[in-house]
């Protein structure tokens, strides 16, 4: 019902920057929130950062003051700049979007994820 593509991931020096972009499409009657979580080797899955279609955003710890998520509500697109990149930011990001195919109760979808791998 609901696809969630992601773009931008790929390799970059500690201290640069890179810019993700998630598109979703389908049959998508509302959208609650959108946002990205990430997934380093031998580690659990963790919220970054998320954005509601209010505006209404809010960003784990390590990232805050480096990451800003954005969200185009005309395009379904969520986005997510990176800057000041280090090490620890390395790890598989995946797109979030929260809502609804109809008209009920909202559910997660999830993108297939792309890989940043930051080197030191």
């Known amino acids: 019902q609901v696809q969630l593509v992601e773009s931008g991931g790929g390799l970059v020096q500690a201290g640069g920057s890179l810019r993700l972009s998630c598109a979703a499409s389908?049959?998508?009657?509302?959208?609650?929130?959108m946002g990205w979580y990430r997934q380093a080797p031998g580690k659990q899955r963790e919220l970054v950062a998320t954005?509601?279609?209010?505006?209404?955003?809010n960003y784990a710890d390590s990232v805050k003051g480096r990451f800003t998520i954005s969200m185009d509500n005309a395009k379904n697109t969520v986005y997510l700049q990176m800057n000041s990149l280090k090490a620890e930011d390395t790890a598989v990001y995946y797109c979030?979007?929260?809502?609804?195919?109809?008209?009920?109760?909202?559910?997660?979808?999830w993108g297939k994820g792309t890989l940043v791998t930051v080197s030191s």
């Open positions: 954005i509601t279609t209010g505006d209404s955003t």
């Open positions: 979030n979007l929260r809502g609804k195919v109809r008209i009920g109760y909202a559910v997660d979808y």
């Open positions: 389908g049959s998508i009657f509302s959208i609650n929130a």
